[in-house]
């Protein structure tokens, strides 16, 4: 198979090798076509054509693409070759793999273009990565397969017997579907001695034959002659039509019938109904009688008008018959005939110009489309091609193409009535995942007529969200003492990815809870963010503390973001009362000394007390559990001071223990107790002696000098270390005296594990930060005077020995002595 190719302004044509004359032919035109092309392309041609014979079989060459593109032919399946036909019929089909085009149907260029020349069938060349695109025409030329043909068999003339020689009789022209050369060239006609045929040429190039009258026609001789008309195409082989012409001579009829106007034309509306009045067309006869009677009738026209038009053989009133259809034909030349009573005919032309309506919209034909692309697509990136067609003409065939506002593409136009759709701003998936986007073809006809294509374009994710989390930060809440794999809480971070960029993992970032890291204590699923306590955990050693958890996604790289979780531990009350003072841990509970002179709401101690909880837990109370005189003395509730009730009477009991109970408000609530051992004196010797009410015996007497002799001089060693020892100790903790109290080693107990100022911990039950208890003594007091809040001497046992001598007299006789000395100086 041959195949012409014109690319880049360069158009080459070849046709099937045909021998003798008709070769000769086609090699001129070949030269010819060749040269104008060449000039063409000095200018611009952007269309690369081919040529090929018509009734070629299916799977022909029509050409090798790949060889006229320059491409090479291992790529062209990587880069989706493709072959787009706008015909409705597929004539042709592209392999892909040798980029050969190939006939992949049998082509009859009559039933494709008609008369029409050059018939063109037209196509695509799409090549995607990147994306080329080559505009395709085939060239379907004319093969002699088609005979010369006459309307009818038979023609029937009707002649005057008086008509002058040299009268000439139009006859019929054949009609034969093949063009050019091989069309009509010649018509002949047997040999008579009456007529001879004058073959003439059109304008266009048809030819037409007439009857020249040679010879004088009498009917007396002969009525009737019966000629036979041959046509001839001019192809190779050639091929001839005929048709009998049959001459019945008439007597004389001397006028012929005669039209207003040789050539009529006139302008009609497409799609015009049916029976519309195309035009009307007059002939007029001056004979008389029969011989003026005029039909009309259409001469030599194709069979296609015959479906269009009709004809009143009456009136010349021509009409439609079928639709009018501008795309099929823009003219139609129509011949009537009017032939009057005698057989004398005329003939007149009457043009039908087709005026375009706009009945046809726009059509968008998609060449390629990229349906999915990615959010961060660049400016500029190409999502589909796409033409536009509009098979009328003039402004009902100019078309403007656009698409709604409210995307972020544009429509940008490349080749003629192409374009392309590119994205014109950043896309987010996250606030649009696809679009519907409408393209909208007008044309510029009125009314004007509109074509709409959506496509549907879906964006592709991209990791360009971190996750975030729905709150600022979290606070959660545990109880002390929980069980281990206790949930405290769950944090939640959501991403606005899809798929894996929105798979979001949970971690701590690492830290410490005191000295231990947050790995031992707390533990985070990775999957659900659920908070989990490893470890039961005390309120008394750790408060709160925080986390830094992160989340982060899937994607690649992957984004994170971190939020800080505060878990407060939440207080129980796991913790009893606590007592500071009297100190309760001692092999003897210590004495506190009343005078017998006291008067009712007399100090006699205070039970100092803390709580190692918090909150309402840690408030203590205070309440007399047990006493010898349970009426003597009573406990203020919230401050724990032990006073006198009433004063002390001579019957009371010189020893007084009370056994106080101190409580905290938690729940359930925890208690302790504390033991104090209180005396009552009148003084600190006979009267105090006295009041033992111990029977002394002789024996002992002895043996108690001894005791208080040993007590006195203990005393006075242990006076003189005290005041150097108090001197030294308030120098030092003058400092921390604003602070908290601690009381004498001897008195008071400190526990370095709580709280510097017992006055914080608690609302009640606890020293107020600036009580002080100290031993007072005034100048001219008598020995009854005697007032301390806690003893500055050691403190006497709760049960002494009588038998074997009083160490409460020798004790008594010391502090006695020290009184003394104090008011010597």
Same mark, same amino acid.
Request: overall charge negative.
């Given at each position: 198979?041959?195949?012409?190719?014109?690319?880049?302004?360069?158009?080459?044509?070849?046709?099937?090798?045909?021998?003798?004359?008709?070769?000769?032919?086609? @090699?001129?035109?070949?030269?010819?076509?060749?040269?104008?092309?060449?000039?063409?392309?000095?200018?611009?041609?952007?269309?690369?054509?081919?040529?090929?014979?018509?009734? $070629?079989?299916?799977?022909?060459?029509?050409?090798?693409?790949? $060889?006229?593109?320059?491409?090479?032919?291992? !790529?062209?399946?990587?880069?989706?070759?493709?072959?787009?036909?706008?015909?409705?019929?597929?004539?042709?089909?592209?392999?892909?793999?040798?980029?050969?085009?190939?006939?992949?149907?049998?082509?009859? @260029?009559?039933?494709?273009?008609?008369?029409?020349?050059?018939?063109?069938?037209?196509?695509?060349?799409?090549?995607?990565?990147?994306?080329?695109?080559?505009?395709?025409?085939?060239?379907?030329?004319?093969?002699?397969?088609?005979?010369?043909?006459?309307?009818?068999?038979?023609?029937?003339?009707?002649?005057?017997?008086?008509?002058?020689?040299?009268?000439?009789?139009?006859?019929?022209?054949?009609?034969?579907?093949?063009?050019?050369?091989?069309?009509?060239?010649?018509?002949?006609?047997?040999? &008579?001695?009456?007529?001879?045929?004058?073959?003439?040429?059109?304008? #266009?190039?048809?030819?037409?034959?007439?009857? *020249?009258?040679?010879?004088?026609?009498?009917?007396?001789?002969? =009525?009737?002659?019966?000629?036979?008309?041959?046509?001839a195409d001019g192809g190779l082989p050639q091929r001839t039509g005929t048709a009998q012409i049959r001459i019945n001579v008439l007597d004389s009829n001397d006028?012929?019938?005669?039209?207003?106007?040789?050539?009529?034309?006139?302008?009609?509306?497409?799609?015009?109904?049916?029976? %519309?009045?195309?035009? $009307?067309?007059? =002939?007029?006869?001056?004979?008389?009688?029969?011989?003026?009677?005029?039909?009309?009738?259409?001469?030599?026209?194709?069979?296609?008008?015959?479906?269009?038009?009709?004809?009143?053989?009456?009136?010349?009133?021509?009409?439609?018959?079928?639709?009018?259809?501008?795309?099929?034909?823009?003219?139609?030349? *129509?011949?009537?005939?009017? %032939?009057?009573?005698?057989?004398?005919?005329?003939?007149?032309?009457?043009?039908?110009?087709?005026?375009?309506?706009?009945?046809?919209?726009?059509? +968008?034909?998609?060449?390629?489309?990229?349906?999915?692309?990615?959010?961060?697509?660049?400016?500029?990136?190409?999502?589909?091609?796409?033409?536009? @067609?509009?098979?009328?003409?003039?402004?009902?065939?100019?078309?403007?193409?656009?698409?709604?506002?409210?995307?972020?593409?544009?429509l940008k136009s490349t080749l003629k009535n192409y374009y392309e759709l590119v994205t014109q701003k950043p896309l987010d998936r996250e606030k649009v995942p696809?679009?519907?986007?409408?393209?909208?073809?007008?044309?510029?006809?009125?009314?004007?007529?509109?074509? *709409?294509?959506?496509?549907?374009?879906?964006?592709?994710?991209?990791?360009?969200?971190?996750?975030?989390?729905?709150?600022?930060?979290?606070?959660?809440?545990?109880?002390? &003492?929980?069980?281990?794999?206790?949930?405290?809480?769950?944090?939640?971070?959501?991403?606005?990815?899809?798929?894996?960029?929105?798979?979001?993992?949970?971690? =701590?970032?690492?830290?410490?809870?005191?000295?231990?890291?947050?790995?031992?204590?707390?533990?985070?699923?990775?999957?659900?963010?659920?908070?989990?306590?490893?470890?039961?955990?005390?309120?008394?050693?750790?408060?709160?503390?925080?986390?830094?958890?992160?989340?982060?996604?899937?994607?690649?790289?992957?984004?994170?973001?971190?939020?800080?979780?505060?878990? +407060?531990?939440?207080?129980?009350?796991?913790?009893?009362?606590?007592?500071?003072?009297?100190?309760?841990?001692?092999?003897?509970?210590?004495?506190?000394?009343?005078?017998?002179?006291?008067?009712?709401?007399?100090?006699?101690?205070?039970?100092?007390? *803390?709580?190692? #909880?918090?909150?309402? &837990?840690?408030?203590?109370?205070?309440?007399?559990?047990?006493?010898?005189?349970?009426?003597?003395?009573?406990?203020?509730?919230?401050?724990?001071?032990? !006073?006198?009730?009433?004063?002390?009477?001579?019957?009371?009991? +010189? $020893?007084?223990?009370l056994i106080v109970l101190v409580r905290d408000n938690g729940e359930p609530p925890r208690s302790t107790t504390s033991t104090l051992n209180v005396l009552l004196?009148?003084?600190?010797? #006979?009267?105090?002696?006295?009041?033992?009410?111990?029977?002394?015996?002789?024996?002992?007497? #002895?043996?108690?000098?001894?005791?208080?002799?040993?007590?006195?001089?203990?005393?006075?060693?242990?006076?003189?270390?005290?005041?150097? %020892?108090?001197?030294?100790?308030?120098?030092?903790?003058?400092?921390?005296?604003?602070?908290?109290?601690?009381?004498?080693? @001897?008195?008071?107990?400190?526990?370095?594990?709580?709280?510097?100022?017992?006055?914080?911990?608690?609302?009640?039950?606890?020293?107020?930060?600036?009580?002080?208890?100290?031993?007072?003594? %005034?100048?001219?007091?008598?020995?009854?005077?005697?007032?301390?809040?806690?003893?500055?001497?050691?403190?006497?046992?709760?049960?002494?020995?009588?038998?074997?001598?009083?160490?409460?007299?020798?004790?008594?006789?010391?502090?006695?002595?020290?009184?003394?000395?104090?008011?010597?100086?």
């Amino acid at each position: 198979m041959a195949a012409g190719a014109l690319q880049r302004g360069l158009c080459f044509r070849s046709d099937p090798g045909m021998a003798g004359e008709m070769e000769t032919r086609s @090699r001129k035109r070949q030269v010819v076509s060749f040269f104008l092309c060449l000039c063409v392309s000095l200018v611009a041609c952007e269309t690369i054509r081919y040529s090929v014979s018509e009734e $070629k079989k299916s799977g022909s060459l029509v050409a090798n693409i790949a $060889k006229d593109l320059k491409l090479d032919v291992e !790529k062209l399946s990587g880069r989706s070759l493709r072959l787009i036909s706008k015909s409705t019929k597929q004539y042709f089909e592209l392999n892909t793999g040798s980029g050969d085009v190939i006939i992949k149907e049998k082509i009859d @260029r009559e039933d494709l273009c008609g008369q029409s020349d050059p018939c063109l069938l037209q196509f695509e060349i799409v090549l995607e990565n990147p994306l080329q695109l080559y505009r395709m025409e085939v060239q379907i030329d004319d093969v002699n397969d088609n005979n010369p043909k006459f309307s009818k068999n038979e023609f029937v003339l009707k002649i005057p017997e008086q008509i002058p020689i040299d009268t000439r009789f139009p006859v019929e022209r054949a009609q034969d579907s093949d063009i050019g050369t091989n069309n009509i060239q010649s018509y002949a006609i047997s040999a &008579n001695e009456h007529f001879s045929l004058d073959v003439q040429t059109r304008g #266009d190039g048809s030819k037409y034959a007439e009857l *020249v009258l040679e010879k004088q026609l009498d009917r007396e001789e002969q =009525a009737q002659l019966m000629l036979i008309l041959t046509a001839a195409d001019g192809g190779l082989p050639q091929r001839t039509g005929t048709a009998q012409i049959r001459i019945n001579v008439l007597d004389s009829n001397d006028n012929f019938p005669q039209f207003s106007q040789s050539v009529y034309t006139v302008q009609l509306m497409e799609n015009s109904p049916q029976d %519309t009045l195309v035009t $009307k067309v007059e =002939a007029s006869d001056l004979d008389q009688g029969p011989n003026a009677e005029i039909t009309y009738s259409f001469g030599q026209v194709p069979e296609r008008v015959l479906k269009l038009f009709q004809l009143n053989q009456f009136t010349g009133e021509i009409t439609v018959l079928g639709i009018i259809d501008f795309e099929d034909a823009e003219m139609y030349e *129509v011949e009537v005939q009017a %032939t009057d009573g005698g057989g004398f005919s005329s003939r007149c032309k009457v043009l039908v110009e087709i005026e375009d309506m706009n009945d046809n919209a726009p059509e +968008v034909t998609l060449t390629s489309l990229s349906s999915t692309i990615p959010e961060d697509s660049s400016p500029e990136t190409v999502v589909a091609l796409f033409s536009v @067609r509009d098979r009328d003409s003039g402004d009902n065939g100019r078309t403007v193409c656009s698409i709604q506002d409210n995307v972020p593409f544009a429509l940008k136009s490349t080749l003629k009535n192409y374009y392309e759709l590119v994205t014109q701003k950043p896309l987010d998936r996250e606030k649009v995942p696809e679009y519907n986007i409408s393209i909208t073809a007008t044309d510029w006809g009125t009314p004007r007529l509109t074509s *709409v294509r959506i496509i549907r374009v879906q964006l592709s994710d991209i990791n360009d969200n971190p996750p975030v989390f729905n709150e600022s930060s979290y606070v959660m809440y545990l109880k002390e &003492n929980n069980h281990p794999g206790l949930l405290i809480g769950t944090v939640h971070a959501a991403d606005l990815d899809t798929k894996q960029n929105a798979k979001v993992t949970y971690s =701590a970032l690492p830290g410490n809870i005191g000295d231990l890291p947050f790995s031992s204590s707390i533990s985070i699923n990775s999957e659900n963010g659920n908070v989990y306590a490893l470890q039961s955990l005390d309120y008394e050693q750790t408060r709160d503390f925080q986390v830094t958890v992160r989340a982060a996604d899937g994607g690649s790289p992957p984004l994170s973001s971190e939020v800080i979780v505060r878990v +407060v531990i939440i207080d129980e009350n796991d913790n009893a009362p606590f007592i500071l003072y009297p100190l309760q841990n001692s092999s003897s509970p210590a004495n506190d000394l009343v005078p017998r002179s006291a008067e009712a709401g007399y100090l006699v101690t205070k039970v100092v007390a *803390v709580d190692g #909880d918090s909150g309402q &837990n840690s408030w203590l109370s205070y309440q007399l559990l047990k006493a010898t005189d349970p009426g003597l003395f009573a406990v203020g509730l919230q401050t724990g001071e032990v !006073k006198t009730s009433r004063p002390i009477t001579s019957p009371d009991s +010189v $020893k007084q223990k009370l056994i106080v109970l101190v409580r905290d408000n938690g729940e359930p609530p925890r208690s302790t107790t504390s033991t104090l051992n209180v005396l009552l004196v009148d003084g600190f010797s #006979d009267a105090y002696m006295q009041l033992l009410d111990v029977p002394q015996e002789e024996e002992q007497q #002895d043996t108690l000098t001894l005791y208080l002799v040993i007590s006195l001089s203990f005393v006075s060693f242990l006076f003189l270390v005290c005041v150097v %020892t108090i001197i030294a100790i308030r120098l030092y903790k003058t400092r921390q005296c604003r602070e908290r109290y601690v009381p004498s080693s @001897r008195n008071f107990y400190f526990e370095p594990n709580f709280p510097t100022n017992p006055a914080d911990t608690s609302v009640t039950g606890t020293l107020p930060q600036s009580y002080c208890y100290e031993v007072c003594l %005034t100048t001219g007091s008598g020995t009854s005077e005697f007032k301390f809040l806690r003893p500055l001497a050691p403190s006497l046992p709760a049960d002494p020995s009588v038998s074997e001598g009083s160490v409460l007299d020798s004790q008594i006789n010391s502090q006695l002595k020290e009184k003394k000395e104090s008011l010597r100086e």
